[in-house]
């Protein structure tokens, strides 16, 4: 499969310190990834790269055709559209409804609304949420708010999904709705990049374990 992602020599930085020091890795096509390391090795420093929200501070990051260096806003937008991201704090649009927030990235791609709706609910009843679709954000659980993050990450059939702590605080049976949904979407194609503390013990699949240490990204296997 080709390449998705090639990180070479990249280094990641605030101001003035540096999270990420120069590593090189690739994401194949169709991958599972997990991106682990402790909290504040650099998990979420890394996911916000892929989807351009940081610019490499050195070496190169690809993300497909796009070079995330020299990225203008239209080509950057148009990647986004291609990507599914669940937030660490999610980022559900508070004055929106469950399904609307769903509902959002199809919107984005031009479907109708009443085809929008229907693919929404269904990916809501996927995650146990359908009953919830009329309410605000701020009327669900954080658990639920987090499925229905990773529903509309995933509805779109992006062709990456980057999501991060997407099963942290999560009891056990909700985890694996939401392991499932992600199985799932790998199976069509999808490539998926999970940035977790740690692997589910009973994952199944194939996958690979990209780990940071003391700043560095390394291949685990
Ligand atoms: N906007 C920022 N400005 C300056 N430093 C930051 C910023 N965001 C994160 N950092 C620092 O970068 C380091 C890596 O943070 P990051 O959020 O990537 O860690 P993480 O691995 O995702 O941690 P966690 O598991 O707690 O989510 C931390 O030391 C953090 O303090
Ligand atoms: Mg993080």
Do not use: C
């Not at 999610?90 to 004055?95: A, V």
């Not at 701020?138 to 529903?151: K, M």
């Not at 392991?179 to 799932?184: E, N």
């Amino acid at each position: 499969m080709g390449k998705l992602v090639i990180a070479d020599n990249l280094s990641l930085r605030y101001e003035n310190s540096e999270i990420i020091k120069p590593s090189s890795f690739n994401i194949n096509s169709g991958d599972f990834v997990f991106l682990t390391g402790v909290s504040g090795s650099g998990k979420t420093t890394i996911i916000k790269s892929l989807y351009g929200e940081i610019k490499p501070s050195g070496g190169k990051l690809l993300v497909g055709e796009f070079d995330l260096k020299n990225i203008s806003k239209s080509k950057l937008s148009l990647l986004r559209k291609h990507l599914g991201i669940v937030f660490q704090d999610f980022k559900l649009i508070p004055e929106w409804n469950i399904l609307k927030n769903v509902m959002l990235p199809l919107l984005i791609a031009g479907v109708n609304k009443t085809d929008a709706e229907n693919l929404a609910m269904e990916y809501l009843n996927r995650v146990k949420l359908s009953h919830k679709a009329d309410k605000f954000p701020e009327e669900l659980s954080g658990g639920e708010q987090q499925r229905a993050a990773i529903a509309r990450a995933t509805i779109h059939n992006p062709v990456m999904i980057l999501a991060d702590e997407p099963i942290s605080g999560l009891d056990e049976y909700s985890a694996s709705l939401v392991m499932d949904l992600f199985i799932k979407a790998n199976r069509l194609g999808i490539t998926i990049v999970i940035a977790s503390h740690s692997i589910p013990s009973d994952f199944s699949i194939n996958f690979r374990q990209l780990h940071i240490e003391k700043g560095y990204v390394y291949e685990l296997s």
